[in-house]
């Protein structure tokens, strides 16, 4: 099982380190195999000295080592904090930020050449939804276009871009239909994210073929955060 938060444009350099040790202090007392992943804000990044089942990564990087690319972070600029793990295709870099298929493309090709987890984000819009579950996979498997399922360090994260930051979360029937239907083809952890809170997050982990959970919203404190890797502690004694 995955947990993993995504703290978007939230937290300071401070805050971040605060969340990470309390994070670390609470999975250090346990002895389980949940595996949780925190993406920070890249001034956030540190060299943290955490537990093995613990990665801090980062939500965006610019396909190269170094260069010239004005506000933009490179590999080299990531190594130095040891990174390990890069989300990829997240909605808001899609949508708001306006992300192109070709650039998420190259940036997972980039980060695969580097040998990083990658948690590459797929999910469909509201009128996509509403016109059914084959118009969503239909949606989905497009965005997949190039990608490399194969990639041994891949992660999948499901999030419908209606149900991030809104309060909405896809009905349980609906999570496992889609992620049923990527099972199909893709051998990966299958997460999925779109305002799963600590009250519901152990009902979604209870779904077929849910490996985990990709939050924001609910997991920016570390007590929140805490319970989810708790609830899914609890889900693999089950
Ligand atoms: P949310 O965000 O939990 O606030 O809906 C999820 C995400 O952006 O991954």
């Given at each position: 099982?995955?947990?993993?938060?995504?703290?978007?444009?939230?937290?300071?350099?401070?805050?971040?380190?605060?969340?990470?040790?309390?994070?670390?202090?609470?999975v250090?007392?346990?002895?389980?195999?949940?595996?949780?992943?925190?993406y920070?804000?890249?001034?956030?990044?540190?060299?943290?000295e955490?537990?093995?089942?613990?990665?801090?990564?980062?939500?965006?990087?610019?396909?190269?080592?170094?260069?010239?690319?004005?506000?933009?972070?490179g590999?080299?600029?990531?190594?130095?904090?040891?990174?390990?793990?890069v989300?990829?295709?997240?909605?808001?870099?899609?949508?708001?930020?306006?992300?192109?298929?070709?650039?998420?493309l190259?940036?997972?090709?980039?980060?695969?050449?580097?040998?990083?987890?990658?948690?590459?984000c797929?999910?469909?819009?509201?009128e996509?939804?509403?016109?059914?579950?084959?118009?969503?996979?239909?949606?989905?498997?497009?965005?997949?276009?190039?990608?490399?399922?194969?990639?041994?360090?891949?992660?999948?994260?499901?999030?419908?871009?209606?149900?991030?930051?809104?309060?909405?979360t896809?009905?349980?029937?609906?999570?496992?239909?889609?992620?049923?239907?990527?099972?199909?083809?893709?051998?990966?952890p299958?997460?999925?994210?779109?305002?799963?809170?600590?009250?519901?997050?152990?009902?979604?982990?209870?779904?077929?073929?849910?490996?985990?959970?990709?939050?924001?919203?609910?997991?920016?404190?570390?007590?929140?955060?805490?319970?989810?890797?708790?609830?899914?502690?609890?889900?693999?004694?089950?």
């Amino acid at each position: 099982m995955i947990i993993a938060s995504n703290f978007k444009t939230n937290h300071t350099r401070k805050s971040t380190r605060e969340f990470v040790l309390q994070v670390e202090e609470f999975v250090s007392k346990t002895d389980s195999s949940v595996q949780a992943r925190i993406y920070p804000a890249a001034t956030a990044l540190d060299n943290f000295e955490v537990d093995s089942s613990i990665k801090v990564g980062a939500q965006n990087f610019y396909p190269t080592c170094k260069g010239s690319y004005t506000g933009e972070i490179g590999f080299e600029q990531l190594q130095e904090f040891e990174v390990d793990s890069v989300l990829i295709g997240h909605s808001e870099r899609r949508y708001v930020l306006k992300e192109s298929s070709e650039l998420i493309l190259k940036k997972f090709d980039f980060a695969k050449e580097q040998g990083v987890e990658i948690l590459f984000c797929v999910g469909e819009p509201k009128e996509i939804r509403e016109a059914g579950i084959d118009a969503v996979m239909a949606y989905v498997w497009k965005q997949f276009d190039g990608i490399d399922l194969d990639y041994d360090r891949l992660v999948i994260a499901y999030e419908p871009v209606w149900a991030i930051g809104t309060g909405l979360t896809a009905s349980n029937e609906d999570i496992k239909e889609v992620l049923k239907r990527l099972r199909e083809s893709i051998q990966k952890p299958l997460l999925y994210g779109g305002s799963v809170k600590v009250d519901n997050v152990g009902d979604i982990l209870d779904i077929e073929n849910c490996d985990g959970v990709l939050v924001g919203t609910a997991s920016w404190t570390a007590e929140a955060f805490c319970k989810m890797i708790e609830a899914a502690q609890k889900n693999g004694e089950k």
